[in-house]
């Protein structure tokens, strides 16, 4: 064996040694130095997963705030607004949920914030309620009128036109002014909270118009037709728009 | 009990008690604190779309709790303005998360609404197979999520996803989108944008337990997916869709 080491050149020797040191090296850096998390996806994933739990939370969620603040959630719970998590007006809390009295989470007094909901845009489902800010008692905070922990209007909604506004304006210079709106329309009490899902009725019969606009109807002043053979199939309101002035 | 019996009992004690003290603190701590196992949980979220107002604040939150940039464009969650008029023709356009979109001419427009977009965590995620270094994966637990260390920045994920949900962070210069808030959920809280809904038109549940809301979501409501032919099932399942929303 030693007489094997003496035979070879001293060149291959030193090309061997030099190899034998970069296997050396390949393998340190395989074994030790490369993270196990860079070889082995499984592992891989599981730290990507730690770091992603580790992340800080910036919104503590609202049964939280209940363990300090008594009045509020209390008043809350009542009105219009109890769906609504405190965070949503006062901004992410996680920070003063850990340090109480040094950080205060925001609380948006100014009109604008409101109008971020309740501006009026044509976009949001019909029903919920909508103010048209330049018109609406303009400059004055919205909590000068309305306590956002249980926005009640001052006034109580006259119940349709509240969001309904269009029609009811429209109606009001019509000669069926004088109308209810419930005469012509059964509202179930759902329609109040799913206004899409849950619809008002309209008249499906011609009969129903006919009680006052039939020929020899009782009612005085209102304009008749032959409901015989005025209209054929049709239910009055499919030609008749009946809440705008004089109808056509 | 006879001496006998004692010594016996003794030794029992004895070497249970050398068992648990060997075992390691780690083991400890795992036996103690298990409170979280991601093959228990399935995710999803259900949208609604006749209850969703537009305000923005699921945008404006998710901002803020995920450190996504402030500057419009960048959004792991946004909301987009469907205006369809009466002459057939569509445009949506995105919601600022700062400014409430304005008024239209009413009578050009037959119908509007708005459509909250997220990753949809699909069961079969394009994403996932065209990452070149296996950067992207699925959780146990439904979640799509992007290793930031692993991620070369190569955008080819931003690419395939259908539904536009990935953006390329800036700042980190790595792939970045919505993870359901996955911080959050280990942690038993609801995703941030879920959580400031103030018109509840986003639903978070467990599809694995009959009794999440999103299983009464998903019994109550007639449900569709966007892009259905695409395949991906996605995992974000939303109620009253119009046809036009893709």
């Keep these: 064996m030693k007489d094997f080491f003496k035979k070879l050149p001293e060149q291959a020797v030193r090309v061997a040694v030099v190899f034998l040191v970069f296997v050396a090296v390949v393998f340190v850096i395989r074994q030790f130095i490369i993270p196990p998390e860079m070889k082995e996806p499984a592992l891989q994933q599981a730290s990507s997963m730690e770091r992603e739990v580790a992340k800080e939370i910036q919104y503590a969620g609202a049964q939280i705030c209940e363990q300090c603040h008594e009045k509020e959630p209390q008043i809350k719970k009542i009105g219009y607004h109890r769906d609504l998590s405190c965070e949503s007006c006062h901004g992410a809390a996680q920070k003063h949920v850990e340090n109480p009295t040094e950080v205060k989470p925001t609380s948006p007094k100014k009109r604008d914030y409101c109008a971020y909901c309740h501006k009026y845009n044509s976009s949001r489902p019909t029903g919920f309620p909508q103010i048209n800010p330049d018109t609406h008692n303009p400059r004055k905070p919205c909590i000068t009128c309305h306590n956002p922990h249980n926005p009640k209007p001052p006034t109580t909604p006259r119940s349709c036109a509240a969001c309904h506004a269009q029609i009811e304006r429209a109606k009001a210079a019509s000669y069926h002014a004088l109308i209810a709106c419930s005469v012509c329309h059964t509202a179930p009490e759902k329609h109040k909270t799913s206004p899409r899902t849950v619809i008002p009725t309209k008249p499906d019969k011609r009969e129903f118009c006919g009680k006052c606009h039939d020929k020899g109807s009782p009612r005085k002043g209102a304009p008749t037709v032959d409901m015989a053979a005025h209209g054929e199939k049709y239910v009055c309101w499919q030609c008749h728009y009946p809440h705008t002035l004089g109808g056509i | ?246």
């Design chain 2, 1 to 246: 009990m006879d001496r006998r019996d004692f010594l016996k009992h003794l030794g029992w004690v004895i070497s249970s008690g050398g068992i648990l003290g060997g075992l390691s603190a780690d083991a400890w701590a795992k036996m103690l604190n298990k409170t979280y196992d991601t093959t228990k949980h399935y995710y999803g979220m259900g949208i609604d779309i006749d209850k969703c107002i537009g305000c923005g604040r699921c945008m404006q939150a998710c901002k803020t709790e995920n450190a996504v940039p402030a500057v419009p464009y960048y959004f792991r969650t946004w909301v987009e303005r469907y205006v369809i008029k009466t002459d057939r023709t569509v445009s949506v356009n995105t919601l600022n998360s700062d400014e409430p979109g304005d008024v239209l001419v009413e009578k050009d427009v037959l119908r509007s609404f708005f459509v909250p977009k997220l990753c949809n965590q699909c069961d079969h995620p394009p994403c996932v197979q065209v990452c070149p270094v296996g950067a992207t994966f699925k959780t146990d637990d439904g979640v799509i999520l992007v290793d930031s260390k692993r991620c070369i920045g190569c955008r080819y994920c931003i690419q395939a996803c259908p539904y536009g949900a990935r953006y390329l962070n800036p700042e980190t210069r790595v792939a970045d989108k919505c993870t359901f808030c996955y911080h959050r959920l280990v942690k038993g809280l609801l995703p941030v944008c879920v959580e400031v809904c103030p018109k509840q038109a986003r639903v978070f549940g467990d599809m694995k337990s009959i009794a999440s809301p999103l299983g009464r979501f998903t019994r109550m409501n007639k449900i569709h997916v966007l892009k259905p032919s695409l395949n991906t099932d996605p995992k974000v399942y939303y109620a009253n869709l119009d046809g036009e929303v893709n």
